[in-house]
Antibody
């Protein structure tokens, strides 16, 4: 079954850390760019971070640069987002998404999302 | 990294056509033919409807079409159906591997 399944979300205090995971199945994970996208409650989509198929190239939105780190383990078909120094404005549903046709400019498969709540 | 501008809402009657605009700048929509459109029903993950301005992924209805002129992209839904009622988001390449999303448009089928 072709799917992405996120995990690791939860309630964390401001300044805290969290690691999100995304397990991929049903396709050749190592062929695809992977991206994290978030959506604050009642708000629009916001691109967060991308990693290339090999893991050597990464990029981040200005709002998370220096605090978040994206990585992948192709042997485990898994994508990760390490989040540090969390702020209230990081509260959102976090989706992992697959790059359409292997590239980084559109997303043809999304997970169900995992909720991150930053609150004291 | 500001968001692309979309109308907050667009509505139409069943069978009609509607168009959603997405306005950016010469650094994003105007610079790349990498505009995509997503449909999101409440509580669901987004679904890719259009990529690379006007390409429809396999399985997407041909009632959905995309275009671009200058710094503005558009999504047209023809033969509007009840199931088309959802939020729609555009996105564009902003620079290498950086994506900008639109503000989102709520489509209502009257």
């Amino acid at each position: 079954q072709v799917q992405l399944v996120e995990s690791g979300g939860g309630l964390v205090k401001p300044g805290g850390s969290l690691r999100l995971s995304c397990a991929a199945s049903g396709f050749i994970f190592s062929d695809y760019y992977m991206t994290w996208i978030r959506q604050a409650p009642g708000k629009g989509l916001q691109w967060v971070s991308v990693v290339s198929s090999s893991g050597t190239h990464t990029n981040y939105a200005d709002s998370v640069k220096g605090r978040f780190s994206i990585s992948r383990d192709n042997a485990k078909h898994s994508l990760y987002l390490h989040m540090n120094s969390l702020r209230a404005e990081d509260t959102a549903v976090y989706y992992c998404a697959r790059g359409y046709s292997g590239y980084d400019r559109a997303f043809d498969m999304w997970g169900q999302g995992t909720m991150v709540t930053v609150s004291s | 990294q500001s968001a692309l501008t979309q109308p907050a809402s667009v509505s139409g009657s069943p069978g009609q056509s509607i168009t959603i605009s997405c306005t950016g700048t010469s650094s994003d929509i105007g610079a790349y033919d990498y505009v995509s459109w997503y449909q999101q029903h409440p509580g669901k993950a987004p679904k890719l409807m259009i990529s690379d301005v006007s390409d429809r992924p396999s399985g997407v209805s041909d009632r959905f079409s995309g275009s671009k002129s200058g710094n503005t992209a558009s999504l047209t839904i023809s033969g509007l159906q009840a199931e088309d009622e959802a939020d729609y988001y555009c996105s564009s390449y902003r620079s290498v591997s950086i994506i900008l999303f639109g503000t989102g448009t709520k489509v209502t089928v009257l």
